[in-house]
């Protein structure tokens, strides 16, 4: 079993959708929950970061923590399609031994 | 923007031949890493540093090696670069939360 698991896409929407994004993981210690986006040749940017279990929200953005279920997600509200790109998961112990999803690619249909 | 900056952007080298890519970091963070990221393959760590002169491997080290003289600045050295090394490099540090922060990435493409 992969230690973080992402569903790669691509997930296609129309312009003003809800997305939701989502990752699994195995490993139970796991403190530190994040997402990034990162845009073609781009490097990856943080958009959320989480500690422990528990919702986020930033803008159109809500980060989900589920540590029970060991699930996270990534909800983005009125979908742009400047939102069109592929979104990591991270987790990571104590802020060190970061570990990252495959990522998943997201396309917003105008 | 955590103040990370990547050189060079992009290289082309020949087989055989050493690559040097340098991360710098403006905000003395204590934790930089060096990440590849390939298709199928996501980010992997390479190699990271936990202070000046204090580094360890990641998970794909084999054929790397780094060395940090200074808080600010990160180099990661292909001693002979080989082409299943073509790949784009990130640097990374930790910011004062526990979260990670990536460079611009640096493209090697290895002939």
């Known amino acids: 079993q992969k230690e973080v698991e992402q569903d790669p896409g691509p997930l296609s929407v129309p312009e003003g959708a809800i997305v939701s994004l989502n990752c699994t993981y195995s490993?139970?210690?796991?403190?530190?929950f994040m997402w990034y986006r990162q845009y073609s040749r781009k490097g990856p940017e943080l958009l959320m970061y989480?500690?422990?279990?528990g919702n986020k929200e930033d803008g159109r953005f809500t980060a989900q923590v589920d540590k029970s279920s060991k699930y996270i997600s990534l909800f983005i509200r009125d979908s742009q399609p400047s939102d069109s790109a592929t979104y990591l998961c991270a987790m990571s112990f104590y802020g060190q031994n970061f570990v990252f999803g495959p990522g998943t690619r997201l396309s917003v249909l105008p | 923007d955590a103040g990370i900056t990547q050189s060079p952007r992009h290289k082309v080298t020949e087989t055989g031949t050493p690559v040097t890519l340098r991360c710098h970091q403006t905000?003395?963070?204590?934790?930089m890493y060096w990440y590849r990221q390939d298709p199928g393959h996501g980010l992997r760590l390479i190699h990271y540093s936990y202070g000046v002169k204090d580094t360890d491997k990641g998970e794909v080290s084999d054929g790397y090696s780094v060395s940090r003289s200074k808080t600010e600045d990160f180099l990661l050295t292909l001693e002979s670069a080989t082409s299943s090394q073509t790949s784009v490099y990130f640097c990374a540090i930790t910011g004062g939360a526990g979260e990670q922060y990536f460079g611009p990435g640096t493209r090697l493409t290895v002939t």
């Open positions: 490993n139970s210690a796991f403190q530190y």
């Open positions: 989480t500690y422990s279990s």
């Open positions: 905000e003395n963070h204590r934790y």
